[in-house]
């Protein structure tokens, strides 16, 4: 629930350094049809009458790959638009990586998430009663080194586990609306 926070600090402090809402507004992004789907599909997945169901409960792994495929298209069609754009999309390619070669689901490290969430949460996503695109790492867990180990707690428990993706996709986020908003895009 973090990875905003990146780009919104970035936000702030670009306009109090003189930025302007409307040089990040005439950003020439494009592939937000694809993006808003990749969204529309997760949030839709979360809700709670279809977090429990069976359709989602079974499939919800390939429904995730899906959604992350739509993303990583949108993010692909902004590749001009510098190194930021780069940085977010190489973090979205890592994740999909991890999360296709483990079967649409992020595995977290569980010391990792004890560590920030205590049990609750760590009971949760182990139980597997309600749907969640993460799933505790094991021995049979592919490319853990991209997977959710990085754990960042943070007051009021908003905390998480974050992956190397995670940190680019937030990292290469926030450049992009710091550049922006400081001056207009260049081309």
Do not use: C
């Amino acid at each position: 629930m973090l990875l905003p926070v990146p780009a919104l600090l970035a936000l702030a402090a670009a306009l109090l350094r003189g930025g302007s809402l409307r040089h990040l507004a005439a950003l020439p992004f494009r592939g937000s049809t694809f993006i808003f789907t990749s969204l529309a599909i997760q949030v839709l997945v979360y809700m709670p009458f279809v977090r429990t169901s069976p359709l989602v409960l079974h499939w919800g792994g390939l429904i995730y790959i899906v959604a992350l495929g739509f993303a990583l298209a949108g993010a692909l069609r902004n590749w001009s638009l510098g190194t930021p754009v780069r940085m977010a999309t190489l973090g979205l390619a890592f994740n999909a990586i991890v999360i296709t070669a483990n079967g649409g689901y992020m595995p977290t490290n569980v010391a990792a998430m004890h560590a920030v969430h205590r049990d609750a949460k760590a009971h949760e996503v182990a139980s597997q009663q309600l749907y969640s695109n993460t799933r505790p790492a094991g021995a049979s867990t592919r490319l853990g080194i991209l997977s959710d180990v990085i754990p960042i707690a943070s007051p009021g428990g908003w905390g998480n586990v974050y992956s190397i993706g995670d940190l680019l996709l937030a990292a290469g986020g926030a450049a992009l609306v710091y550049s922006a908003t400081r001056r207009p895009y260049a081309g």
